[in-house]
């Protein structure tokens, strides 16, 4: 199968620090992607990874580990307007789907 | 530079009818996937065009058809339309060649309501 795994809902306050876990099956897997989309808007990409390790990007970090069928992604610094859903996807490379979790939906308060 | 965009912005059909959603992608991009998206749900992909031809498909009945154009733009076209249906489609251009991370573009979505 190619379905992925991640928590429904993460609260957490400004200025924390949350991590939004992604379970993956291995078959076919390629790479792990990460979306965010507000309420009524469009996807936009976050960040990739397809080797092991952990991919920074100003507040947002994202970490793989292949071994364990494993990613997350890191918020920090946590300001009102990250309140979203978050999506991590399998693929990514270049000619291949999206396969798309659920989503974690992130509210972030004061 | 004009992003993804689709058309039209908001959709209501009634069951059995026919539907056509249009998406221009980003300048530069050749790739154009299509995704369902319903509500409170991650997008699912239908299906995907390169060079004109349908390289991917998802879990999609043959009434969700598709098409590119020369200038890469695409249509989704869905047939016999069901309640199930009603779901925001997105559409995502990316460029096709090449290996290395790469990214999905996604426009706004069309919000089709079957009822």
């Known amino acids: 199968g190619q379905s992925l795994e991640q928590p429904s809902e993460v609260t957490a306050v400004e200025g924390a620090i949350v991590q939004i876990n992604c379970t993956y099956q291995t078959s076919g897997f390629y790479g792990l992607s990460w979306y965010q989309q507000h309420d009524g808007g469009a996807p936009t990409f976050l960040s990739y990874?397809?080797?092991?390790g952990l991919e920074e990007t100003g507040r947002f970090s994202s970490f793989l580990s292949r071994s364990d069928s494993y990613g997350y992604l890191l918020l920090q610094e946590l300001q009102m307007k990250d309140s979203a859903s978050y999506f991590c996807a399998r693929g990514g490379q270049a000619g291949t789907a999206l396969i798309f979790g659920k989503g974690t939906t992130l509210s972030v308060s004061s | 530079d004009a992003g993804v965009t689709q058309s039209p912005t908001h959709l209501i059909k009634t069951r059995g009818q026919q539907v056509t959603l249009r998406c221009s992608p980003k300048s530069g991009h050749d790739t154009v996937s299509w995704y369902q998206q319903a509500l409170g749900q991650g997008p699912q992909f239908i299906f995907q065009y390169y060079e004109e031809e349908e390289r991917q498909r998802g879990n999609f009945p043959d009434r969700f058809s598709g098409h590119q154009f020369p200038n890469y733009s695409s249509e989704l076209n869905v047939n016999a339309l069901l309640l199930g249906d009603s779901a925001l489609y997105l559409c995502?251009?990316?460029f096709g060649a090449g290996g290395g991370p790469y990214e999905q573009y996604f426009g706004p979505g069309t919000r089709l309501t079957v009822t």
């Open positions: 990874n397809a080797l092991d």
């Open positions: 995502a251009s990316s």
